[in-house]
């Protein structure tokens, strides 16, 4: 097994913190703060940004809702279909 460390932005939200990267084999399996820069913080979120990653529950396609707002129905959409609903 591959086991490598590497200079990353987290991406999990739009704050772009300076991370260090753990990946096996290609998948990323730890986050940490990068060394040596400002601020070298890490939240919660970018902690568990491997199980957010990898969650069987992530949103990989856009939902439009289909119900009453709040009943929590939804039907997966085209992101054509949902950029040209929302712009
Ligand atoms: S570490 Fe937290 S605050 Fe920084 S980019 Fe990731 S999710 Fe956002």
Do not use: Q
Request: charge should be positive; charged fraction near 30%; hydrophobic fraction near 40%.
């Amino acid at each position: 097994m591959l086991i490598e460390k590497k200079p990353a932005i987290c991406g999990i939200c739009p704050g772009a913190c300076a991370v260090e990267v753990t990946l096996e084999s290609g998948r990323l399996v730890k986050v940490e703060p990068r060394r040596g820069v400002p601020y070298a913080n890490l939240c919660v979120r970018g902690r568990y940004a491997p199980e957010i990653v990898y969650s069987p529950h992530r949103l990989k396609t856009p939902l439009i809702r289909t119900g009453e707002r709040g009943e929590g129905r939804f039907r997966a959409a085209s992101w054509d279909e949902a950029l040209d609903l929302a712009v």
